[in-house]
């Protein structure tokens, strides 16, 4: 049975950092390419950053480019999102997900997801 937990969300003052953790089981984590995608209420799900199996690559969505840092720890199968610099628009929900992919930025090409961590920054 494979599980992604996600936490670490709350509601927090913009301009501060928040650090995002997804706990794994019952998969080969290093296997897989880690994604976070964010939704807000109205609104497409959308990427905001992935990490390859090894972790030596990443990438990162526009918006969060130099205020978001993706890594891994494969040793406790968990990936985490910091976020530094919060801004009232990434208020939302965020979900990390897992694909065989390659840094993948569509959301279709993963294939378990947790359930979620809100996200609220507050001006």
């Known amino acids: 049975q494979v599980q992604l937990v996600e936490s670490g969300g709350g509601l927090v003052q913009a301009g501060t950092t928040l650090k995002l953790s997804c706990a794994t089981s019952g998969l080969t984590f290093s296997m897989y390419d880690m994604g976070w995608f964010r939704q807000s209420p109205g609104n497409e799900r959308e990427f905001v950053a992935a990490?390859?199996?090894?972790?030596?690559?990443?990438a990162y969505a526009d918006p969060v480019k130099g205020r978001a840092a993706v890594s891994r720890d494969n040793s406790k199968n968990v990936v985490y999102l910091q976020m530094t610099n919060l801004k009232p628009e990434d208020t939302a929900v965020y979900y990390c997900?897992?694909?065989?992919?390659?840094?993948?930025?569509?959301?279709?090409?993963?294939?378990?997801w947790g359930q979620g961590t809100q996200v609220t920054v507050s001006s």
């Open positions: 997900a897992s694909s065989r992919g390659y840094l993948p930025r569509n959301p279709t090409e993963y294939n378990y």
């Open positions: 990490i390859t199996w090894s972790g030596g690559n990443t």
